[in-house]
């Protein structure tokens, strides 16, 4: 199985950049799946690939005892440092194609197309099959993931810029700037449904220089039929599959799409 090694070098202006993601929301959508497809709420949930903790927190924060597991340590670091105030929060560094866990959890989210930076179909499987492992009887798992729709005529082979400002200090007296600039350069291939995203950040430091680090992430599309035939393998039942957090049905131009399935356990 190969490693999983991107994040490292945006790990901490990761929030940043995606600061217009409003996670409240999300967690309330969360929320509404449990209400409408669990006889009662979980009590555990297990936030897979949870990045820098943002949807790991919201749950913590309503209630919910929290595991989340990333491959990334960069990431991670930064969910422990978000989640510090939640000290029964478990976090893991592991795979989540192959991970290990002590006992079952009532309901699995994957946010942010996580689920799309498996390259393989038999890695989107053995994800399946071994969060199918560690979900409670009817369980529930919450994913989004990236469409082809997307993948072809959003990200493309687009280039852009983001400019952006990190803001340091707690007041607005001690509040330091430094620019912070993303370029992006994607490439799409039809005929592997993968898509390269080739990141520079440039930061400026406090002498006015700026640093560079450079990473490649790697994303596939993956087709309805494929994700619902893998559910089915791993042993889920598909529930529904929504266009955004209010339940609307998909469309041919929906660019993100959120399963909700159940784990069957006979
Ligand atoms: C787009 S980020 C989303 C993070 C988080 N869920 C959020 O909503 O901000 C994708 C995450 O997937 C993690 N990831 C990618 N491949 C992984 C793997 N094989 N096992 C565990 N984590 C992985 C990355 O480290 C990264 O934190």
Redesign the pocket.
Known sequence: MNT?E??GAIAHV?DQL?AE?D?NSWADFVESCFDRFLPRRPTLVL?????????TEQLASRGYDMIG????AD?LSRAYERCARFPGTLLLQ????S?ELYGTVGAIT?????LN??LREE?LLS?FRTSHNYLDPDGLFLFDMNTPYKFETVYGSNAYILEDELIFGKGEDDEERAAIYCGWQNSYHPESGICEFDLSLFEELPDGTYRRSDETQRERAYSMECVKRLLEQAGFFLLGVFADWNFSPVTNATERRYFCARAIKS
Request: hydrophobic fraction near 35%; aromatic fraction near 18%.
């Open positions: 999983f991107a994040y990761y995606n993601i996670y936030d897979l690939a949870c990045g820098t903790g943002s949807m597991i990333d491959a990334s990431m592991q795979d989540m194609r991970f994957c946010c942010l197309d996580s930076y498996l890695d994800c």
